[in-house]
């Protein structure tokens, strides 16, 4: 069965602040990893990382896959409030099926 | 139109009733998808729909039955549901189906409808 496991389950910062968040993942025929933020309602993307070491940036924000090791990262620097969320990776093994972590909750205090 | 929309926001209903959840997209994507999410839970798959066929189906009870009239339209029809049954239900479209043979692209998720069965 497929898993992916995501830590730390919750994390509170200041703003200013850099966090890691980090994703484990053991599936067979891997083809996708996704980052999602989803706040009050629906998720939203932020990226989706299919090649080990090529890391994605936006904005303040950047994601890297290792396929070797099985995991990814999200870093994001210098935190605002508004990154308070729960973030979410899902990896995509057989097509169309996506595997969801428990997910991060991120709380940046002021 | 980079949206979709789902209708409706809310809805309560009770374990005889019969009720619908649509979901609508205009972006060309030929992949939708139902999921379900429990409090503080991620999202969970129900069914997947690719080029208006049923691709994947879950394991999911017979009282939640899909429908997928045309490419822009996803419905999931209810009946009978058990209390257990309440959740927050979030549809999602993608760029390619799953059965393109290609990485499709990251799936775009509607508001949700949140389900309340009593």
């Known amino acids: 069965e497929d898993k992916v496991v995501q830590s730390p389950l919750s994390l509170v910062v200041h703003e200013g602040d850099t966090v890691t968040l980090n994703c484990s993942y053991e599936?067979?025929?891997?083809?996708?990893l996704l980052w999602y933020k989803q706040e009050k309602k629906a998720p939203t993307f932020l990226f989706m990382l299919t090649s080990s070491g090529i890391e994605k940036k936006s904005g303040r924000l950047s994601s890297i896959l290792d396929k070797k090791e099985l995991f990814s990262i999200l870093n994001i620097t210098a935190t605002q409030t508004g990154d308070s969320a729960v973030y979410l990776c899902?990896?995509?093994?057989?097509?169309?099926?996506?595997?969801f972590g428990d997910g991060t909750t991120l709380t940046v205090k002021p | 139109d980079t949206e979709v929309t789902q209708t409706p926001k809310h809805l309560v209903m009770g374990m005889t009733n019969k009720k619908s959840l649509k979901c609508e997209q205009h972006?060309?994507?030929?992949?939708m998808y139902w999921y379900k999410q429990k409090a503080k839970k991620p999202p969970e798959l129900m069914f997947v729909?690719?080029?208006?066929?049923?691709?994947i189906n879950e394991s999911v009870p017979s009282r939640f039955s899909p429908e997928c009239p045309n490419s822009s339209l996803l419905n999931l029809h209810l009946h009978a549901l058990q209390p257990e049954d309440s959740a927050l239900y979030l549809c999602?479209?993608?760029?390619?189906?799953?059965?393109?043979?290609?990485?499709?692209?990251?799936?775009?998720f509607g508001p949700g409808t949140r389900l309340t069965v009593l």
């Open positions: 999602a479209s993608s760029q390619r189906g799953p059965d393109s043979g290609t990485f499709y692209n990251e799936q775009f």
């Open positions: 729909y690719s080029y208006e066929k049923l691709s």
């Open positions: 972006m060309g994507h030929r992949a």
């Open positions: 599936v067979t025929n891997f083809r996708s």
């Open positions: 899902a990896v995509e093994a057989i097509a169309g099926k996506s595997t």
